[in-house]
Structures are given as structure tokens and as C-alpha cells.
């Protein structure tokens, strides 16, 4: 599966941006997907992740309560709404799939196989 992020931007401090991250697969609603994020100097880490109905959620501590990770299958899309960003959010966030047949949020990405080519959110604070 073809995975393509975008919607990322330079916010300020306490706004909001929505990443959407379109898939090319035919049964988009048999993966699992998740975000993760690289800032500058560290190690990629887990945001959220998806089950394939969107059924369940699972997300990283930083980013509980203000993140919020839903999809759309009827367009082959998954969203990671942001809000009440913060400096520390800034960051290039990927999208990534698991393989199909894998169910188990994880939030490890050594368990994700396809992966998007990032989109930079800038917080400003």
C-alpha cells in the first residue's frame, strides 16, 4: 500500500492543523494504521494508531486528550486532528500502515511496514 501525508504547516502555539494521509490500498479498512513523528535530533515516536474499522485508539501520553486519530474508508484516508499544539510538537509526522492480517495497535514502528514520506508541522510558540 502507497501511502501519501499532507495538511502539515506553521502554526502558533495553542492552534490546530488536521493531517490527513491518503492510501492507495484496495482494502484500506484491513490495515491498521498509526502516526508517528521525528523532530530534528531524535528518534521517530509513536503519535496514534487505528484499528481498521476506527473502532479503537490508542495514543502516545504527550498527545492524549488533544490529538485525535479517525479515518475514513469509504476514501481511503486516515486524519490525525491536532489541537492545542505545543512547541514540542514540531516535528516531520508520517503515516504508516501494518500489514494486513495484523491487528494489534502497536506502537512500536519496527511493526509498521509502509510508511508515508512526512509532512512538517511547525509550532511556534
Known amino acids: 500500500v502507497q501511502l501519501q501525508a499532507f495538511g502539515g504547516g506553521l502554526v502558533q502555539a495553542g492552534g490546530s492543523l488536521r493531517l490527513s494521509c491518503a492510501a492507495s490500498?484496495?482494502?484500506?479498512?484491513?490495515?491498521?494504521m498509526g502516526w508517528f513523528r521525528q523532530a530534528p535530533g531524535k528518534e521517530r515516536e509513536f503519535v496514534a494508531a487505528?484499528?481498521?474499522?476506527?473502532?479503537?485508539?490508542y495514543y502516545a501520553d504527550s498527545v492524549e486528550g488533544r490529538f485525535t486519530i479517525s479515518r475514513d474508508n469509504q476514501k481511503n484516508t486516515v486524519y490525525l486532528q491536532m489541537n492545542s499544539l505545543e512547541p514540542e510538537d514540531t516535528a516531520i509526522y508520517y503515516c504508516?500502515?501494518?500489514?494486513?492480517?495484523?491487528?494489534?495497535?502497536?506502537?512500536?514502528?519496527?511493526?509498521?511496514?509502509?510508511w508515508g514520506q512526512g509532512t512538517q508541522v511547525t509550532v511556534s510558540s
Open positions: 504508516a500502515s501494518r500489514p494486513r492480517g495484523y491487528y494489534s495497535l502497536s506502537y512500536s514502528a519496527n511493526d509498521y511496514t509502509n
Open positions: 487505528i484499528s481498521g474499522s476506527g473502532g479503537s485508539t
Open positions: 490500498a484496495r482494502t484500506f479498512s484491513s490495515y491498521l
